[in-house]
């Protein structure tokens, strides 16, 4: 029931008609910062939808970034707006409660 909820959403909204998308993340972004990591360090996006922290974490040149959401629609769009720079993150579609890591970190 869920995924339908988000899928709906990501589907039927544009992302200025939701409450969430920040043109810029900086609280995530601050959050990150404060621990100083390693441009490979593995950084997920849980529930990252349209979120552009991805962008900033492209920008800033991390290289291992996993962006999760429950909502294939929220991804698609993300790609889209990344171009080829999609390629450079590893996408999941999954329920954050369902989800269990390839790998341990």
């Known amino acids: 029931m869920a995924k339908e909820h988000w899928e709906k959403?990501?589907?039927?909204?544009?992302?200025?008609?939701?409450?969430?998308?920040?043109?810029?993340?900086?609280t995530s972004l601050n959050f990150l910062h404060s621990f100083n990591l390693n441009k490979n360090s593995t950084i997920i996006d849980v529930g990252g939808g349209e979120s552009k922290f991805v962008d900033f974490l492209l920008n800033e040149g991390f290289t291992n970034i996993t962006v999760l959401d429950i909502s294939e629609q929220a991804l698609l769009k993300?790609?889209?707006?990344?171009?080829?720079?999609?390629?450079?993150?590893k996408w999941i579609v999954s329920d954050v409660t369902e989800f269990r890591p390839a790998s341990k970190l």
């Open 9 to 26: 959403i990501y589907a039927t909204k544009d992302k200025h008609q939701v409450s969430w998308t920040q043109e810029v993340p900086a």
């Open 78 to 89: 993300t790609k889209a707006r990344l171009g080829d720079r999609a390629s450079l993150v």
